[in-house]
């Protein structure tokens, strides 16, 4: 009588501990959705103001293009006089350029 009681109590609390530790499994699985929903919402807002430029220089003036639609956004005769354009014309925005065009005008060593 006392081993079927033992073994009843043993599947009662294997069966508790299972059930709790599914349970953490799936809160913890949700959370994780949750953060990675999240850091893609965030990245696709941080891509909004993300604007892609071509930077290109002729006869020392540098001229700046959108890399999409190939609109020409602003130039300038110097790296400052560009960036303070473009900041003016295009507030909150952030803008991306690839690191060898970045290299050929100058703009990096």
């Known amino acids: 009588m006392?081993?079927?009681l033992l073994v009843v109590y043993?599947?009662?609390v294997w069966l508790g501990g299972s059930i709790a530790g599914w349970n953490a499994r799936e809160k913890h699985a949700k959370k994780q959705v949750e953060k990675h929903f999240k850091n893609i919402q965030e990245f696709e807002?941080?891509?909004e103001e993300l604007l892609h430029i071509i930077i290109e220089k002729h006869n020392d003036m540098l001229f700046v293009y959108d890399k999409d639609t190939k609109q020409f956004m602003a130039q300038g005769s110097t790296k400052?006089?560009?960036e303070k354009i473009?900041?003016?014309r295009f507030p909150g925005k952030r803008?991306?350029?690839h690191e060898s065009t970045l290299k050929e005008v100058g703009f990096i060593s």
Request: net charge negative; with cysteine; glycine share 0%.
């Open 45 to 47: 807002e941080q891509e």
């Open 10 to 12: 043993t599947f009662i």
């Open 2 to 4: 006392e081993l079927i």
């Open 95 to 97: 803008f991306a350029c």
């Open 86 to 88: 473009l900041v003016e």
């Open 80 to 82: 400052e006089a560009v």
